[in-house]
């Protein structure tokens, strides 16, 4: 019924769409694993199981509970309702103090410790993540 180039063209059509289907699902499966969702203080008490997956966790420095040792760096995020204690071993950046706002990359271990791998900077003095905004617009 049909020629053998039609036959042909069919049968590459259906190979490049197969190629181009197969492609796209696995770029989207790789990314999945890179991708780290933001939870706030409240998010990590109410919701969050340990499930020794790497996640971020945002909100601000709390006054006075920053410790730098030689070894690593101990402070509580807060986001002014729930309070995680963050453990942090390298260099901190520059604009990294108390009272200003922080994420911190790493793996919880109970809903009250968490082991940072990065800590992430602002950018200027009025930079604030908008995860975190939204976070502490909400808890306050």
Same mark, same amino acid.
């Given at each position: ?15 490049l ?19 780290v969702? +933001? %939870?706030?203080?409240?998010? $990590? ?6 499930? @020794? ?5 945002? #909100?601000? *420095? ?6 730098i ?10 986001? +002014? %309702?729930?309070?995680?204690? $963050? ?6 950046? @520059? ?5 200003? #706002?922080? *994420? ?25 993540p ?9 808890n306050?």
């Amino acid at each position: 019924m049909y020629g053998r180039k039609v036959k042909l063209r069919f049968f590459f059509i259906i190979l490049l769409l197969i190629t181009l289907t197969l492609s796209i699902f696995l770029i989207l499966k790789s990314l999945e694993e890179n991708v780290v969702y +933001f %939870k706030s203080p409240t998010d $990590v008490q109410l919701i969050y199981e340990n499930k @020794n997956e790497k996640i971020r966790i945002g #909100g601000m *420095v709390k006054k006075d509970s920053l410790e730098i040792t030689k070894k690593e760096v101990k402070f509580i995020i807060t986001d +002014f %309702k729930n309070e995680i204690n $963050v453990t942090y071993s390298g260099v901190v950046p @520059n604009l990294f103090s108390e009272g200003k #706002g922080v *994420v911190a990359e790493g793996f919880l271990k109970d809903k009250n410790f968490f082991q940072a791998s990065k800590i992430l900077a602002k950018h200027d003095e009025n930079y604030m993540p908008p995860e975190v905004k939204e976070a502490l617009g909400e808890n306050k």
